[in-house]
Structure formats: structure tokens, C-alpha cells
């Protein structure tokens, strides 16, 4: 499968095989890290995490996961440290940053601003959390844990607790 350019904005984007194809990379990726410790299929490659809401586990996994993929890492944790402090829509903030990186993994309040932000960049766009919308990489982490636990992912009862109208895991 290419998945070269291709953004993650909602789990809805994704058939049943490529879930499947993530799923196996996502093993293979782990086996490898366990044996060599890092890896050098990012290197050369820059993430831009753009986070305007806060955020520690998603922002660190994302952080992590490209330095030992052997990639760097830049961005903001804040908006009030940026442009946008001063006005600056979300998509001019957008098409100057991909200026700088390979990828954009972009949190922010508002619903359907990954989307937003996919349509006007130029390189791919992972959404890490769109107000109470969507989060597809915590769904797919979440996948990735129950295959690993049960040995799959199909015909299993699953039940879902929280904030169910504004959780957006739950909405993936």
C-alpha cells in the first residue's frame, strides 16, 4: 500500500485494510525498536507538531515516535507563543509551517480544523485531536492494543466509557 502523502484526519478515511496494513506495520515497527532500540527510516525527515490546546501523552508519543524513527522534531505546545496571538488564521499558520516540515500533526479545538488544514497544505496533515470531533491515532493505538491482548480485532464486544458526547477517541 502507498501511503506517501496521505494524511490521517478520521478513521473513517480508512478501509478495513488499511487499518489492517497499520496495524502490521505498527508489529513489525515495535519488533524492530525492541531489537535495535531506533531506527533510521525518518532521518533527514521533519515533523512540525502544531498543539494549540494543551496536551502531554499525545504530543510526547508523537515527539518520541520520530526521534527514534531517526526523524527531528519542531512546533509549538501553545498557540499563544505563535502568530496566531496576533491574528494570523489557521490556515496561513499552516502553510508557513509546512514551509519547514514533512508532516504536520496538528491538535486544536475547533472541529474540523485537521481537515482544514489538510486542504490547504501541501504536505500530509495528521490529526492528533480536533475539539470533540475526531482523534484517528488514538483509535488506531487503541486497535493496536487489543490485537495485541486478544489476537484481534474482529468479533469482540467492546465497551466504551467517559465522556461519550465530547470524547473525541470515542467519535473515532
Known amino acids: 500500500m502507498d501511503w506517501k502523502g496521505r494524511d490521517v484526519i478520521s478513521i473513517r478515511d480508512f478501509s478495513k485494510e488499511d487499518v489492517e496494513f497499520v ?4 508489529e513489525r515497527l515495535e519488533e524492530e525498536l525492541a531489537k535495535k ?9 521533519i515533523l512540525a ?26 512546533g ?16 496561513d499558520t499552516i502553510k508557513t509551517v509546512e514551509q519547514y516540515g514533512d508532516v504536520i500533526v496538528i491538535r486544536h479545538p475547533m472541529e474540523g480544523a485537521a ?16 475539539g470533540s470531533n475526531q482523534h484517528p491515532t488514538q483509535t488506531l493505538l487503541d486497535l493496536y492494543t487489543i490485537k495485541r491482548t486478544f489476537g484481534r480485532i474482529d468479533g469482540l464486544t467492546i465497551g466504551l466509557l467517559g465522556d461519550l458526547k465530547y470524547g473525541r477517541t470515542v467519535h473515532s
Open 23 to 26: 496495524l502490521s506495520v505498527a
Open 49 to 74: 507538531t502544531l498543539f494549540f490546546e494543551p496536551s502531554t501523552r499525545t504530543r510526547l508519543s508523537f515527539e518520541s515516535a520520530m526521534h527514534r524513527l531517526g526523524g527531528s522534531v519542531i
Open 37 to 45: 532500540g531506533s531506527l533510521d527510516y525518518a532521518r533527514g525527515k
Open 115 to 130: 481537515r482544514l488544514a489538510a486542504e490547504v497544505a501541501e504536505v500530509p496533515v495528521i490529526n492528533a485531536g480536533d
Open 76 to 91: 509549538f505546545s501553545s498557540a499563544s507563543s505563535t502568530s496566531v496571538k496576533k491574528g494570523e488564521s489557521l490556515a
